[in-house]
């Protein structure tokens, strides 16, 4: 808030310490000056009495407090030229306006504020200030209001306390624990000694009774406190000051303080002096009706105080068996059904104490039998006291009462143990009785229905439940397995329920009763199983293993996924309830050993892992890895299986081990070749030599033939006419042809290079037809020597590929040809060989007149492992790897055409644009 350069000085450079203090104090505090207006106020105080303060310039006091009583006059808060309506403007006007040593003012003060500013209660302090020979005010204040609605609900809880203390008609008064002085007495009290509450405060009872009196009183304060019990004293004799004296019957009760010690005694008398009368005069006119007692169709008898029948009437008599002259003398306790005379002796001294009692038991007749009796027995102090009894046979009303009680009872169970919530109602739609399901189920907080309407309880029942209980008060019974209903509060509901009447004994409609039954848990339940089994199936079917579930027992399929359905070929009706010979294979004879293994391991809790041969639906042999596991659903042992087909992965590993076979036979040709080469180079070396020694005449030559005597030119004709020439030049052309093969075998063992670069296709067609020459099946199968070759070479450009993945796949092509040409027994078979270039492709064809190809097999010819062949006469892999390099590799085309049992060709067509191969796949 802005103030004066006085206050700014004062509140912020000067006292900058005491400007933070006032700010962080907990206390509101404001400065008034010298013309009653608040001239600043801490954060505190701006909480108090609201954000006025940032608001206005130099506010009034009745604008800064949101006073419900300012006006617009600025020379004051309310009325001119003072509020005399506000004590805190009074009293800051009264404190600028004192002497210097006025004293501080503080109060407490309710602030009737503006609407929008809740009522507030403040404890304030209002302080003068001098400085700068001006006048100024500082006003402190504290929050009360808590405290002081507190002090208000104090006040109204101990008028309401006080309001049933003073109306009780039963005189209660408080004494202290220490001196056992009144210290509270009520309206009654008052009424019944005859003093006022003003005489007994403070004082005690021997200040108003008799001394013995007084002990007594005193005695029974005492025995309260030191025990801290509540003592009954039923009768007592108190002498009043206008009544006289009074018999009164009083329960004392200490009151302990919060460490468990009485701090006061808490005393309730009531006036029995009148009903104490009544029973002496009663007793005096007992004495007169001996007679009519004696023909009394109750049972009565007279008894000392220790429960010795001293006379009984004869209708006592008959109820019990005896005879009137054998029951003088006897103790009441040997009729009782389980005698036990300590316990006589304590009710009967009850009784003498109390003077009268009225009790149901069960006595003894003298034959053994039980009987139910009703007894009322009275107290008369005369000879010494009796115990005067009236017995009653009620056998045949307890009887029934047991009867009603245990149907009740039974009623009762069964009605509170249902499943059902119940109520029962008249006609008029009334609450009879509902069980506690009910009062749960539907929300009831009032537990006490009993009596009100059904529509006073449950307002919101739609009209469809009203009709229905108007057709059942009609006699109808009606009722729903599945119903929904709409709560109050918007959610749903459902209750399986039954509506249907009750008959009074005329057999007219008493009312009816409703049995509801709550099931939006057990419908939850049955939409969570929906979407759980929908879940369910839906893993099952989409996992892309095959999944089945077998009975333990007889191995019986109870379910299976389409994952395993598609790998054995079965149909999903004709797998359910399917027993295989084998719990873990189709096969009609399978490994008898692996199977025991297996089961001991599931028996014994194991999870099994196993490679499995197995048998399709076709009777195709496959290899399936299998999970299998013992498992407990829905109560029941089955056997759960997780199959996946291993056949290619099984068929690869063989091909792996085949194919380090042929890599260890590679690795062996080349070294062969070496070792053939070094013999080749000597005898092509020793042949060129002979030649030259006997062909051409030489110095060295004829100086030799000369010193043998031989003539060198007779020598040569010798030789000429004797093809001896001709034989060591086809010597000669077999080496040189032998060392061309050996190049080939190594340039083709060699590691493929992996880059790309321009080739010569047709010299690697060349290439791979001379080594192809040279491969023929060591059974005879096929023998390229006897197949004849045309060659088309059209192809003129450089083809950008690795070299020895195109001789592979061509040598593949060739051999598949001359294995079709085998098993067609041509006369002539012959392979067309043609390249040539097509729309910026290379296009290779390898043709044969071979077997051809079925349609059928046509579109798997590329597929792994797929072959034609007996078992050990291919892998299947041939033209899947020769497909791979060309489209995965070279990203070019692989096409076959054929026509069956005429002829097939393959058609390769490879890109001439420059590429980077593919690499393989790990």
Same mark, same amino acid.
């Given at each position: ?63 800064? /407090? ?36 006025? #004293? ?13 500013? #809740? ?13 700068? *020979? ?79 009196? =007084? ?72 004495? $007169? ?32 068996? $005896? ?40 006595? *003894? ?39 009603? =009680? ?31 399901? $009910? ?75 409703? $049995? ?17 089994? =929908? ?29 395993? /359905? ?46 499995? *041969? ?22 029941m042992e089955r056997i759960m299986t997780f199959a996946q087909d291993i056949t290619e992965k099984k068929q690869m590993q063989d091909f792996l081990i085949q194919n380090e076979k042929v890599m260890s036979l590679g690795v062996l040709a080349a070294g062969m070749a070496h070792e053939i080469n070094n ?17 051409? #005449? ?6 030799? =033939? ?71 099946? /060591? ?57 040539? *270039? ?85």
């Open positions: 808030m802005k103030g004066t350069d006085c206050s700014r000085r004062f509140v912020s450079d000067a006292h900058e310490g005491m400007r933070l203090v006032i700010d962080a104090a907990p206390l509101g505090m404001v400065i008034f000056n010298d013309r009653a207006r608040v001239d600043y106020a801490n954060p505190q105080a701006e909480t108090f009495f609201g954000p006025r303060a940032a608001a206005v310039e130099h506010p009034t006091c009745g604008e800064f /407090l949101a006073c419900a009583n300012r006006h617009d006059d600025p020379r004051g808060c309310g009325h001119a030229p003072a509020c005399s309506q506000c004590p805190l403007f009074q009293t800051i006007s009264a404190i600028l306006a004192g002497p210097e040593d006025s #004293p501080c003012c503080e109060g407490e003060l309710p602030l009737n504020r503006d609407p929008g500013f #809740p009522a507030l209660w403040i404890k304030y302090k209002i302080s003068p200030l001098l400085l700068d *020979r001006r006048r100024w005010a500082v006003l402190t204040a504290d929050d009360i209001t808590r405290h002081k609605q507190a002090e208000e609900e104090l006040r109204q809880a101990n008028a309401f306390l006080t309001s049933i203390f003073e109306n009780i008609p039963t005189m209660v008064f408080i004494k202290d624990a220490k001196d056992l002085r009144f210290v509270r007495f009520n309206r009654a009290g008052e009424e019944l000694l005859g003093h006022s509450r003003e005489e007994l405060f403070g004082r005690n009872d021997y200040d108003f009774f008799p001394r013995e009196q =007084a002990d007594f009183f005193v005695e029974k304060d005492r025995e309260v406190l030191r025990g801290k019990r509540v003592v009954d004293i039923p009768e007592e004799k108190l002498l009043t000051k206008n009544r006289g004296e009074r018999i009164l019957y009083t329960k004392k009760v200490p009151v302990c303080d919060e460490r468990g010690e009485p701090a006061y005694l808490l005393g309730i008398s009531m006036d029995i002096t009148e009903h104490k009368r009544s029973l002496d005069a009663l007793a005096d006119k007992e004495r $007169y009706l001996q007679t009519i007692l004696a023909t009394n169709l109750d049972g009565f008898l007279v008894l000392d105080p220790d429960g010795t029948i001293q006379e009984a009437n004869q209708a006592f008599c008959a109820m019990t068996g $005896y005879a009137q002259d054998e029951l003088p003398g006897m103790n009441v306790t040997r009729l009782k059904a389980v005698p036990d005379p300590s316990v006589t002796a304590k009710w009967n001294q009850r009784i003498i104490e109390k003077g009268s009692a009225f009790f149901e038991h069960r006595y *003894r007749r003298k034959d053994g039998s039980l009987i139910d009796v009703e007894v009322s027995v009275r107290f008369i102090a005369l000879d010494g006291g009796k115990l005067v009894a009236f017995w009653r046979d009620i056998s045949e009303r307890k009887k029934a009462e047991r009867e009603l =009680a245990h149907s009740h009872e039974l009623m009762r169970y069964v009605i509170e143990h249902s499943r059902s919530a119940i109520a029962v109602h008249d006609r008029d739609l009334r609450y009879i009785y509902v069980s506690q399901r $009910y009062l749960d189920e539907y929300h009831v907080k009032d537990a006490d229905i009993i009596g009100r309407h059904h529509y006073e309880v449950l307002p919101d029942i739609p009209r469809k439940w009203r009709d229905v209980h108007q057709r059942a008060l009609a006699g109808e019974i009606l009722s729903a397995e599945e119903d929904s209903y709409l709560r109050g509060d918007g959610s749903v509901e459902w209750t399986r329920w039954e509506c249907r009447p009750w008959y009074r004994a005329d057999g007219d409609v008493g009312g009816i009763v409703i $049995y509801t039954e709550l099931i939006t848990a057990r419908k939850q339940a049955e939409q969570q199983l929906q979407a759980s089994e =929908a879940l369910y199936h839906a893993l099952f079917d989409a996992t892309p293993l095959g999944l089945s579930i077998q009975d333990w027992d007889d191995f019986s399929f109870i379910e299976a996924n389409q994952a395993f /359905l598609d790998l054995y070929g079965f149909s999903g009706g004709a797998i359910k309830g399917f027993r295989p010979t084998h719990f873990c294979t189709f096969r009609e004879a399978g490994d008898e050993d692996q199977e025991r293994r297996l089961l001991g391991q599931l028996r014994a809790g194991e999870v099994v892992h196993a490679e499995i *041969r197995d048998r399709n639906r076709k009777g195709e042999t496959i290899w399936v890895a299998k999970t299998i596991r013992k498992v407990t659903l829905h109560g013999p080749l180079g000597i005898i092509s070396q020793g042949v060129q030599n002979v030649l030259r020694r006997t062909r051409e #005449p030489i110095p060295g030559n004829l100086q030799a =033939a000369a010193e043998c005597q031989i003539s060198f030119a007779g020598l040569n004709r010798y030789l000429e006419e004797r093809n001896v020439f001709r034989s060591l030049e086809a010597v000669r052309e077999a080496v040189l042809r032998s060392a061309a093969l050996v190049a080939t075998m190594l340039e083709f063992a060699r590691k493929p290079e992996t880059c790309c670069s321009p080739h010569d296709i047709n010299y690697l067609l060349e290439k791979t037809i001379e080594l192809a020459a040279t491969d023929y099946d /060591l059974k005879k199968k096929y023998d390229f020597r006897n197949i004849r070759i045309e060659a088309d070479f059209a192809l003129r450009d450089q083809v950008p590929c690795v070299a020895s993945e195109l001789e592979q796949v061509f040598l593949n092509l060739l051999r598949n040809s001359a294995q079709s040409l085998r098993q067609a027994q041509r006369e002539a078979p012959v392979i067309r060989l043609r390249t040539y *270039r097509k729309d910026g492709w290379a296009v290779v064809e390898v043709e044969d007149n071979g077997t051809g190809i079925a349609p059928g097999i046509r579109k798997k010819i590329f597929d792994p492992f797929f072959t034609t062949k007996k078992i050990g006469e291919g892998t299947g892999l041939g033209l899947s790897v020769s497909f791979h390099i060309i489209v995965q590799r070279h990203l070019g085309e692989m096409l076959v055409e054929s026509e069956e049992g005429a002829w097939t060709r393959f058609i390769v067509r490879l890109p001439l644009a420059q590429g980077t191969p593919r690499q393989p796949r790990a």
